[in-house]
Structures are given as structure tokens and as C-alpha cells.
């Protein structure tokens, strides 16, 4: 049984959980209001949100900044198009193990190595087995190379149930899959989190000498953290494959592990919402970005820019008013975490 | 295979370490010193190769180039640690990893904005566009040559910088003992500007150094960046001749490896990282704490 203590990362009041559920409402309710551009935009945001919270489990969790994050999403896309075959649809139920399988493994060892090292080391070489990940597929043939590959018509079908669904509604049953997923994921990360397994995360993130001073296996904890990381980020990437039909090698390359941890800053790092906001608002900007100017990465880099200089508190530090409706953030805005406040270099 | 071939390889190898070597230093070096990780280092190291096609494009010599590249990136460098990076060595690692990843992006919207996103090559300059016979049937490039010679020049520099001087000493202090540096009365501040400035202009001559053996091409920065970084992983994060020794290993096994073993030869260096971090955590020449 799970001690009654509050959970940080979780809404604090009943209001902060009736908040999430209005957005739920909303998300459901955008297809009978927005154009099939904005639903498929919809989704692609929903999926940048399953890949930005699977990472705050790593990051805002249990503390470990990984740049190689986009590479088992990545993995797990191509795991979707390697294992269908050209003439016919798999069913979902057998895409989605494979895919969270995939990842897994990658991230098992991938993780293995990589938590043998902490902070920047770890960050460095998560990027360099990411890059890894990425070369294989960029410099061989595996998935059709450099150009990427198209998908066999993605079948979105479960248990025998397959859905039926004219061409031009097709986006809207991607949508509701990709929702019920990203429901499905905060839902069982919040229960996680209420485990002991993931007040064991938030100790090895406040101090890991003390976890390992109360008898508690770090790396392990670590690892099992990272692999079911690197299973949650093959979801959104299998949903990937499943809403674009088609991989190509900019899927697992690290932009996608930096886009991530910035959605997580954007949102904020000590609520296991921020990710999905922080998604919502990345992909939304995006968007506005595009509409405006051909310069899109220029908006986007001073927007991290100001982000970072103006911001370090993410969206929630707009404004007491996102305090007040999300529950109270763990950090007073304007002092840094001392949690996280980093050793010296060769302390 | 033959023999001659062979040199060649190792030549190259060794060419394609010291220029690995230059990238790397000034990320181990700002690291050790200032505790911060620059994502957009191989970014600067574009800004390098850039610079001397359009030096090379408006002038015609590449000669030219190089100093612009040196002054260049001490001035750049400077800028940028006064204006961004000073504000930031005592965040998180993520806004860390997030204010170099914004560069990044502007650095690159840079580029597109100033020479567009085409590929271009850059000529190598005519004066050293011959090959020097090294044994009778075997000759080798000269520009090759002088980009060793350069490389091994602004090594030696850098160690008897670091090693040898007053002010070489006050960086090896503020990497081991940041507090004892504050408590004898010395300004840090003038010390990170220079660990910046200088490591930027070390990234930018790399670029220079670089682009006629390359060429110029968008996103350039992000392969050198990632090699880099396993080089600064295997010698040790923070020490300098740890990652000349492991440029060096990484610059060999990469050639070799794409000469005679074409296909998995991409993967070596990762599966030496691999196999270092099973062996000894912390690098090659990295102290275990």
C-alpha cells in the first residue's frame, strides 16, 4: 500500500485534477469543431506529448537529462514499418509490443552503459548511442536510407475489431487512439508515481547518496526507469508510424530528443502535466510559426532562447493564475532547485 | 592492400584525429573550467568552415582565412560568453542543453540566411595543390600535411599554455579547486572569458581548416559535435590530454575502419565508447573519484 503522502508531481486539489479533466474534454471535443488539418495537427501534438512525458520520467522524475530520448521513439517507428509486411496491415496489437519491444531492449542497453556515468557524461553519451541509433538507420539500407520509407496503409485495429472508417475520416479515428493513449500514459505514470517505485525516483532525483545509504539499489532503479522511458517514447513513436505512414532517419535523430526536453521546460519540470502542455504549446507555436514566416527555426530558436532567459520556471511561471489552476509548483520561482544544484565539476 | 595505401590511411587517420582534437579541447577545456556543456560547439565549427568559403569566395586565398578564423573566434567567443554563457554556469543542465541547442538553431538560420542551404566545395589553395613524395611510390597531399602542422603547432600551444604558464596554471586551479581560485583574490570571470574565447577560436580554425578537405554543407557541425563528444567521453571529461591521445585512437580506427571495413565501420567508435565505459567510467585518462 502506497503511503497517503502527496505526490509533488501530481495536481494537489480537487480542482487541479478537474482542470486535466476539461482538458480531456477539450481534446475530445476539437474533432467535432476543427478541419481534418487540425485534427492530424492535434495528433501530431498528442504525440510529441507522449514523448515529452515518457521523458519526464526521466528528467523531471528521476533527474537524469538524457539527449538520446528521440532515438528509441525513432527505433520504435521503424520497428513498425520493418515488421509490416509490403502487401498487408498488422493490427495493432501486434505493432504496438513490437515496437515497445524494440525500444525496450535499445534502451535496456543503451541505459546499461550510459547510467554506468553521471550528469553531463550521462548526457554525452546518451547522445553519442542516440546518434548511434540514428546512423544505422541513416547510413544503411535498412529503412529505405537517407529518403525514408512509406508505411503499408497503417491498420488501426485491436482484438479483432478493426476500424472501419471512410478515407476522409480516418485522421479522426487516429486521433481518438492517439488520446486514449496519452490518457492511458498519464494515468498509469501517475499511479507509478504513487508507488514505491516512484518515491525510490524522487529520492535518487532530491539525493541519490541517500537512497543508497537507505539500501536501495540505484542503478537498478535507474535502469528499470530509463527502459520503461525508452517503452513509453516507443508508444508515441509506434503512433507515429501508425498517423504519418512513413519513417524517415530525422525520427531518431537528437533535434527530436532536444525538442522533447524543451517541451518539458516549456510546461514545467516539476508537474507530470507540463510535458503535455509543453507539447501543446511547442507544436502550436510551430504551426503559428510557419503560417507567419518560411524562418521557422529561427522563431523557434529565440523562442528557447527567451524560453531559458526569461522563463527558466517553464509556463508556469507565467503567472500565479496557472499556479493557482495546476496546483502549486515545488520551486519558488526565482531561486534554483538546491536539489538540483549540480556537484562541482571534480567534487 | 598495399603498403603505400596503408601510410596513406594512417596519415589521414592521424590528420582527421589532431582536427578532432581541436573541436575537442575547447569543449573538455570549457567543461573542466566552467562546468558547462556547449551543444553548439560544432555549430562554431561550422561558423569556421563558412567563414572560409566566403573568405576564400571574396578573396580567393584561403591564407586569409585562417587568421580570420583565429581572431574571429576569439572575438565571437568573447561575445558570446559575455552576452549568454556567463548567465549559465550555474543553472541546471537543461537550460543548459536547451540555451546551446537554441544556438544551434540560430546559428544554422544563419547560415541559410547568409549562403543559402546549397552544397559548396572549397578550393584547396593553389600554392599547396600538389602532392609531396614521401617514398618513392608514394606521395601524399600537401595540404594534408600543413593541416597537421597546424594541428600539432596549436597543440603544442595549447599544452604549454595550459601547462606552462602563470596563466595556464590559474585554469588548472579553477578546474580542481573553483573556491581556492575565488578565495586568492583572482577575477574568474577574466578566466572564463578566456577558456571561452579560446576554445571557440580553436573550433572555428578547425572549421577553416576543414572546409577544403570537406566541403561546406548545412547541419555540417552536428557530425564533428557528436564525434567530439565520444572523443571527450573516452579520454575524460575536463582533461586535455586526454583528448588529444583519444582523438588521436578515434581519428585512427574511424579512417581505417571506413578504408577496410566499409559498412560497420560507422559503429567502431561507438563500440569503443561502449567498451571504454564498461572498462573505466570515467575515461581513458579521466580520474576515477
Redo the contacts between chains.
Sequence with gaps: MAPRMPVPMLPQSRSGWLALALLVVALAGLPWLAPIYYIELGTTAMIAAMLALSLQLL?GCTGL?S?GHGAFYGLAAYTVYLATPADAGLPMWMTLPLAMGAAGVAAALVGA??L??K???F???T???G??IF??FH??KIGGGTDGAYLTRPLIAAFGFELQLPRRQRPIGTYYVALIQLVAMYGGLALLLRSLFGRVLDGIRVNEHRMVALGFNTYRYKLAAFVLAGMLAGVAGHMWAMHRGFVNPELVG?HRS?EA??M??LGG?GTLHGPIIGALAWVGLGEAAQLLTE?K??V???V??A???VL?QGLSGLGVLGRRVFGSPRVPSGT??PA???A???? | MDLAGIFAQLLNGVQYGLLLFLIASGLTLVFGVMGIINLAHGSLFMVGAYAAFLVGRATGSLWIALPVGLLGGIFLGALLERVLFRHFYKREHLDQVLLTFALILLFEEGRSLIVGNDFYSVPIPAALDFSVPVTGDFSYAAYRFLVIGICLALALGLFWWIERTRFGAIIRAAAEKPEMVDVLGIDARRIHLAVFAIGTALALTAGVLAAPLYSVYPNMGDGFLIISFVVVVIGGLGSVSGAFWSALLIGLVDTLGKAYVPGVAGLAIYVLMAGVLLWRPAGLFGRTT
Design positions: 528528467v537529462v539527449l552503459l550510459s554506468r556515468t550528469g553531463f557524461f548526457l554525452m553519451v547522445l553519442a548511442f546518434q548511434m546512423f544505422v547510413d544503411t537528437w532536444a526536453l524543451l518539458i521546460l519540470l524562418r527555426l529561427l523557434e530558436g529565440l528557447i532562447l524560453v531559458v532567459l527558466p534554483p532547485a538540483k544544484a549540480e562541482p565539476p571534480h567534487g
